[in-house]
């Protein structure tokens, strides 16, 4: 291994670099993926809070959450706030949607241009038991002769 090392510098290195830039636009579409989903329960509570206070009387008394601070309105007020709430969310939405596809083709040409191939761990699992396999029944003793 100090031989490679010394040897082929410069392969080792750039492997390593290749696989943590891959490594980190691989995290960069995770934190995509969860931040569309932590919008998308927003979202979805907007959407429970318009439905429970749109049949009322819109005279009605209803309180929001504006920075930390509980405050009393109408109906009537906190609708529209809400229902723009909910349209700027979705917008976002989409907006990392396109971000999300982008990175996706991204890695996609990042893959195909360093030939990189993704094993899923039932391939390394059955890797491994070839070779456990072809091992198994072999037992070596001392040289004693």
Known sequence: MAGQAEGGG???INEQAVANIYG???SEINQIYSKITELEIEVSEHSLVINAIQP???SRKCYRMIGGVLVERTIKEVMPAVQRNKEGLEEVIARLHEALDKKKKEIVDFE???KI???KADEV???????????????VGPANE
């Open 10 to 12: 410069k392969e080792p």
């Open 24 to 26: 980190s636009m691989r």
């Open 56 to 58: 009322l009387d819109p």
């Open 112 to 114: 195909a241009k360093y």
């Open 117 to 119: 191939r993704i094993r």
């Open 125 to 139: 699992n059955d890797e491994n038991s070839r070779k456990e396999g072809s091992a198994q029944g072999v037992l």
